[in-house]
């Protein structure tokens, strides 16, 4: 049994759609190209047979952790998180105290995080280097790359 992952409504659906996808779109696929790899003859020396059903065999494997994954899934009840603290599903505006930046997060679940739209993951150092903050406050984080220095403009949701 897995541990409870939690989600955003948005990102829970998303995997939901997935797993559809997957079912109904790409197992019916694989299931023809078998039935037509088989129709070719000896199966001991079939390498479309056997490329199929290897394909089978890992889209099963997805299958099954994609549902043990949504069936220990919660979705974050965003009326119970605190607004003028950073936390889960908070966005952030931070000001780079060493070059006078500014940037824009958003800190979302692990499983939903993408740099390139601002989501960071909520247990990325800097993400945990936020947690608990309010806007004015100072954030010291540790990265690998040394100490870098935030100043807390703005919380939102």
Do not use: C, H, W
Not at 59 to 66: C, M, N, Q
Request: charged residues 30%; aromatic residues 4%; without cysteine.
């Amino acid at each position: 049994m897995s541990a409870v992952k939690y989600f955003t409504q948005e990102g829970l659906n998303k995997l939901k759609l997935e797993l559809e996808k997957m079912k109904t779109v790409e197992r019916p696929s694989i299931s023809q190209q078998i039935a037509e790899a088989r129709e070719k003859g000896d199966l001991s020396e079939n390498a479309e047979y056997d490329a199929a059903k290897n394909a089978q065999g890992m889209l099963e494997l997805r299958i099954a952790k994609l549902e043990d994954v949504l069936s220990n899934a919660r979705v974050i009840d965003e009326s119970q998180l605190d607004d003028n603290k950073i936390s889960i599903l908070s966005r952030v505006k931070l000001r780079n105290l060493k070059t006078n930046t500014m940037v824009t997060y958003e800190l979302v679940p692990e499983n939903e995080s993408d740099i390139k739209q601002g989501k960071i993951s909520v247990s990325s150092p800097v993400a945990r280097g936020l947690l608990g903050k309010t806007a004015g406050d100072i954030a010291e984080i540790s990265v690998p790359a040394g100490v870098l220095s935030f100043e807390v403009v703005e919380i939102s949701r």
